[in-house]
């Protein structure tokens, strides 16, 4: 009985001590909270923000291969963040302005907008969700316009499939009608109450942020 000490206190008695083994340390794995996915979240938003901040909305990235890189990155990580989460709720409802993009046809208007002595103003995205519409527009600030309609459908909790239905080149008092020209999917791979983050059918990327007013036509 190596486990076991007997000690005989009395002719009727028996007393029995037993060696028990040391217990292993306890360490617990750190618990994923609440608080903890929002600290990662804001951490994982302002990197991606500070990355894009320097980059005229795209123009500057179309050239820097490595500093698209890092930013795909990043957006890659808000998705992670984003990936469980529904995306296509009425929180998408809203004018969303453009904070950088990949999308080479509106990189081509911001940037060559000097060509017909105007430059681009706000770059938006007008969604509504209850009415199933969406308008991609591009400003030009006093009083032009160029914006294209489109209708959608809801396809899953994060993707948004989109048609093109017509498209318009406004000014002061002109207005030039252009015919549709496809359609899509996007999918917002991440939301919150600040901003938006997209990658669509053509691996182009988009980042944007709420307006502070409604467009409207």
Known sequence: MSLAAL????????????????????????KITC???TTQS?????????????????????????????????????????RNTVTTGDSLSATWRLLWTTEKEQLFIIEKAYLFGTQAGDVLQVIDVYNKTLNNVITFPPDGVFFVRSSIEIASSQRVNFKFTSAVLRG???????????????????????????KDIRDDYLVVERAPYNWKE
């Not at 001590?17 to 750190?30: A, E, G």
């Open 35 to 37: 608080s903890s996915l």
């Open 7 to 30: 000690t005989l206190s009395s002719p009727l008695t028996v007393s029995t001590t037993t060696k028990q083994k040391p217990r292993p340390p306890h360490n617990p794995k750190p």
């Open 42 to 82: 804001q951490s994982a938003k302002q990197h991606l923000l500070n990355l894009i901040s320097d980059q005229e909305r795209g123009l500057k990235t179309q050239n820097d291969t490595n500093k698209r890189d890092s930013i795909i990155k990043a957006i890659d990580d808000m998705a992670v963040l984003g």
């Open 172 to 198: 002061k008092n002109w207005e030039f009608p252009l015919p549709p020209f496809g359609q899509g999917w996007f999918e917002t791979v991440y939301l919150d109450d600040e901003i938006r983050v997209v």
